[in-house]
Every structure is written in structure tokens, then in C-alpha cells.
């Protein structure tokens, strides 16, 4: 086909595909905080109080006045009088005046007149012999708000604490929890058609024919488009007849925010996609044909606003381009905000060789580095070596390690670095 004389870089490919789709869909919904794992935020979240609303101690011990504890030690201790101790659950009745302190627990709220709290170890419980009063015994001096959080020392009122775009992670519904959020707006999940396409492609379920191959793409796909925050629809498999793989494109099209069709891109006559692709809307294929392996074949269009990419049928090059492709427009659609991507630093263990102004990426292992820590993290990149249509190959890996289009290869030794998967 005449699109494969003219090979974007991938960077360029990705950018050229999202600035052709529509702003981010999406609409919100609400949800329980319960369930909002891994959902992203359709809105900001504002603080409604201070975090605390109250002060409290974050350890136990005697709430103090500071100045009381100068100078004391174990050679030298300071006395205050015991006048009472702090209520769990409830706001104390008393002040602590010069010269006395209060029994406090972890999480208890601060009485009047204190401004610290010496830790319990560093103290001793006196009772006056025949009296009924009781003193501390403190070996240890604190200054003015040690071992306490003062009100909105966490998070002020009305302060943005989630902005809109979040992934929410554990972190995050403890936080909403804290603040008395039961529910929030998240944004709905995109939805994600997949489609199959093969003679020779059969469903998981069934036993294969020579020549047969089990349906493997749609749910590697799937499976990243979940991860990601996306609703994978799969529409099934379907035969090298343009007049079925249009009408289910179509179907999808109309149903689903994405579709992503699998096989069908290469250079050949029983290869349709990029055609089915200029039969959905404008402005239709972008690109076909990324310089990159694996995954030269792959195909990415725009169809009335919606992205249609067309994966190639080996596992490994539509999986690799899933994470190159797939992942950002679902993340633009989700209007996720920009993360740092998940890498580590690693010790290549042997040559790579590259084509110049190609992109490669490459299945590795990450190993511990006998050496120990140090450059690159004390992990050596064991590259696995296997063809684009052996699935297991990047089932081994654990991360995938980028060859610049820039370099010829990389030597042994390197340290490089490895998107994790």
C-alpha cells in the first residue's frame, strides 16, 4: 500500500492522533467512594473544613505547655501536676494552666492551654504519699507543637485537595472519607469496542484446526483497556469480507467512544482495515504506517471525532502499540492529568541492534544486579528474544526497553531505562 512509503515516529504518530480527536467526552456520573477505585475525577474537590477540625495528639502521652518541659532530662526532670485525662471522642473540660498537664491517647484532641505533648516513655507517674494529688515525672523537653497536628495542618478549609482528572487511588478515599465525602462525580468510562478479524481466528473456547489460531488480541486488549480506566466492548470475530468487518465497524462506531480493530492492517489484499476506516467518517486514516517495531503496520484514524486504530494480529506488535496508542487516547478521553510514566533504571545485559531512524522496543526481564544497588537501580535488563506472534514472550517480561530511532543499537553494560507493563 502507497501509506507505508511514508513512516511517522511514534511520538509524532500519537501527537498528530490526539489533537484530532474531540475534547474529553466525557460525561460524570456518581458514584460511591467505595467503588471509585480506579475511576478519575470529572470535577474538583474543594476541602467543606479543616483537616483536623480540632487539635490532636499523634502520640500518647501528657499534653503540656511547652515552656513548662525547658531543660528537663534524665538527670534533671521537670514535675507537673496531673490534673485529668482527655476523653476519646469528646472535647476535654478542663485547661491546662502553668505547671499541669493531662493524660492524653493517640487521636484525642488537645486540651486549652496546651501546645505539645511529651511522649509516655519519656515519662514517670508519681503519686504523693499520702495525698491525693499525682505528678509526672518528665525526662524529655518538647517545644511548642511537638507530637501534635494543629487545626487544618492537613488540609485548610475550602482548600483543593483532588483536582479534576485524579486517579483515585486508596490514598485518595481515605482522604474523601476523612472529609465526610461519601459519593463524587467521576468520569463515565470510555467505551471501547474490539474487533477481531481472520478466517483463521476462532474463539478461545474452541479447539483449533490446523491452520487455526484462538482469539488472543481482543482480551490483551481488553485487559489494558480496563486497566486504563476504559469499558472494553468485544463485538467478536469476524471474516476477511469488507462488507462484514464495515457493517461491525459501523455498529461499534456508533456505540462506542473507541474501536480498535485487530489484524487486518498489513500491506495485504485480504487486509481491508484502512479501507473499512475511510468508510466511517472524516477525516478517516492518519497515519498508516509507524516506524517502529514491532508494529509498522499499525493504523490510526479519526472517524466524526472518535479514534479507529487498527492493531496488527501478532500478539506481542498489538499489545506493544496498544500501550503506545491505546493508553493516551483513553487517557485524553478520561481527561486524565499528565502522570510520570512507570520506569525504572536498568543494566542491559547484552548487545540490542537496531536499525537507524527506527524505533525498536524490546520484552525484557529485570533481574536483581549481582553487584547490588547502584546505577540502574541494582537491576540488570535481560532482553527476551521472540518473534511479534509469540504471546508468551511478553507475558515473561517485565518491562519494555526503547531503542531511540537515533542509535544503531545499544551495547552491554548500558543503563537504560524500562517502562514497566
Not at 485524579?166 to 490514598?171: E, K, Q
Not at 469480507?241 to 489484499?269: H, M, N, Y
Not at 484514524?301 to 500501550?323: E, Q
Request: glycine share 10%; net charge negative; charged share 20%.
Amino acid at each position: 500500500m502507497p501509506e507505508f512509503l511514508t513512516l511517522l515516529p511514534p511520538d509524532d504518530a500519537r501527537t498528530l492522533l490526539l489533537s484530532h480527536l474531540s475534547k474529553p467526552i466525557i460525561d460524570s456520573e456518581s458514584i460511591a467512594v467505595t467503588s471509585s477505585l480506579g475511576r478519575f475525577t470529572a470535577s474538583d474537590i474543594f476541602a467543606p473544613h479543616p483537616l483536623p477540625d480540632f487539635p490532636r495528639t499523634t502520640v500518647d502521652g501528657y499534653a503540656v505547655r511547652a515552656k513548662d518541659t525547658f531543660g528537663a532530662s534524665d538527670s534533671l526532670p521537670a514535675y507537673l501536676n496531673l490534673i485529668g485525662e482527655v476523653p476519646m471522642g469528646d472535647s476535654p473540660s478542663f485547661e491546662i494552666e502553668s505547671g499541669q498537664c493531662a493524660l492524653i491517647h493517640t487521636g484525642g484532641m488537645l486540651p486549652k492551654g496546651a501546645d505539645a505533648v511529651v511522649m509516655l516513655e519519656y515519662t514517670q507517674h508519681i503519686v504523693g504519699a499520702g495525698s491525693p494529688r499525682s505528678e509526672i515525672e518528665i525526662f524529655k523537653s518538647v517545644a511548642d507543637g511537638e507530637n501534635l497536628i494543629r487545626i487544618g495542618e492537613d488540609v485548610a478549609q475550602g482548600q483543593l485537595v483532588i483536582p479534576k482528572g485524579t486517579l483515585i487511588r486508596p490514598a485518595e478515599i481515605g482522604g474523601l472519607m476523612a472529609l465526610g465525602f461519601t459519593a463524587i462525580h467521576a468520569a463515565k468510562k470510555p467505551r471501547v469496542g474490539l474487533l477481531s478479524t481472520g478466517d483463521e481466528v476462532i474463539d478461545p473456547s474452541q479447539t483449533p484446526r490446523y491452520g487455526q489460531v484462538r482469539d488472543i488480541n481482543s482480551y490483551t486488549l481488553g485487559a489494558l483497556v480496563e486497566k486504563t480506566g476504559g469499558e472494553a466492548i468485544r463485538y467478536g470475530i469476524f471474516s476477511d469480507s469488507f462488507q462484514v468487518l464495515q457493517e461491525a465497524a459501523a455498529k461499534a462506531l456508533s456505540e462506542c467512544d473507541v474501536i480498535i480493530i485487530t489484524a487486518g492492517s498489513s500491506a495485504s489484499t485480504r487486509d481491508m482495515t484502512a479501507e473499512v476506516i475511510r468508510t466511517l467518517g472524516e477525516p478517516g486514516v492518519l497515519v498508516h504506517g509507524i516506524n517502529t517495531r514491532p508494529g509498522k503496520p499499525t493504523i490510526l484514524g479519526v472517524c466524526y471525532g472518535k479514534a479507529v486504530i487498527g492493531l496488527p494480529g501478532n500478539p506481542v506488535s498489538a499489545l506493544v502499540n496498544g500501550y503506545l496508542f491505546v493508553v493516551p487516547v483513553i487517557e485524553k478521553l478520561l481527561g486524565a492529568l499528565p502522570k510520570p510514566k512507570s520506569t525504572v533504571m536498568a543494566k542491559l545485559t547484552v548487545n540490542l541492534p537496531s536499525q537507524a531512524g527506527r524505533e525498536d522496543w524490546w520484552p525484557v526481564k529485570l533481574l536483581p544486579s549481582p553487584k547490588g544497588r547502584g546505577q540502574g537501580e541494582g537491576l540488570s535488563a535481560d532482553p527476551i528474544f521472540g518473534k511479534s506472534n509469540l504471546i508468551f514472550t511478553l507475558a515473561s517480561a517485565d518491562g519494555l526497553l526503547r531503542i531511540h530511532p537515533d542509535a544503531t543499537g545499544l551495547s552491554a553494560g548500558e543503563i537504560v531505562e524500562v517502562m514497566l507493563i
